[in-house]
């Protein structure tokens, strides 16, 4: 397994192998790799003849300088994961001085408004960053088709407007989200929950699958409220946000339309343990 933490050097190889390679597969990660992010090389994987993954805890996405410090680091078991899908995956794991050189900063992105909504409201900042990084990472890798969870279904929204208004060559592919056997969506945050606090986390997801079914015969108001009521009655948890919008838009639903696809999304703490997770309504 090759490993570049130099990005001319990642760069130098990738523009050797290329040449006869029909298509780069790109996941971009910060590590901390589960079964999701695996799941992402697996369809790279099967889909390209040359696989990259980066691993990098991007400073610029992150708005608490304390959730950033205890974001975990594990590149070393991160590499042993990936061995597991193929030893032939190239991995990019560079320090924040061979991405930013020494300008740690992000670049001001316009995403059309989708970057105003939910995370946009409750963490300043962020979508400049991930923007930044993505693109950064666009311009090192050079990828065929890039792959992204659907949990972050808002940035998967961000990346491909940004895509598509830097018009980089690169297609973006949503993947559907992987859970824990009690339907916590896998994320690297879960590694800081205690073994109670996730197990009661599954109500995450039981609390999405109720608000799709009421979704069917109520309007997005009432089981907005519904969810808010049910979130009074578990303590364990804080309810940071809970909005039902519309896929393309990402704008709140206010009246419901037959021509539109409607997602439900929902952030909460958890012991300051922040996690988010969505579910399709139609």
Known sequence: MLIFNNQNELVAYLASVSKTASSIGFVPTMGALHEGHLSLLKESETNNSITVISIFVNPTQFNNSEDLAKYPRTLEADVAKIKTVSDDIIVYAPSVEDIYHGN??????????????????????HFNGVGTIVKRLFEIVKPTNAYFGEKDFQQLQIVKKMTEKEKLPVNIIGCPIFREPNGLAMSSRNERLSDTERKEAAFLYKTLQMSQKLFATKSAAEVTLWVQKAFT????????YFQIADEATLL?????SKTKKYRAFIAVFVNNIRLIDTISLN
Do not use: W
């Open 233 to 240: 009655k578990h303590p364990t948890f804080e309810l940071e």
């Open 104 to 125: 740690t900063i992000s670049e001001p992105f316009d995403f059309d408004g989708l970057e105003h909504q939910m995370e946009g409201q409750f963490r300043p900042g």
């Open 252 to 256: 709140p639903c206010i009246r419901k």
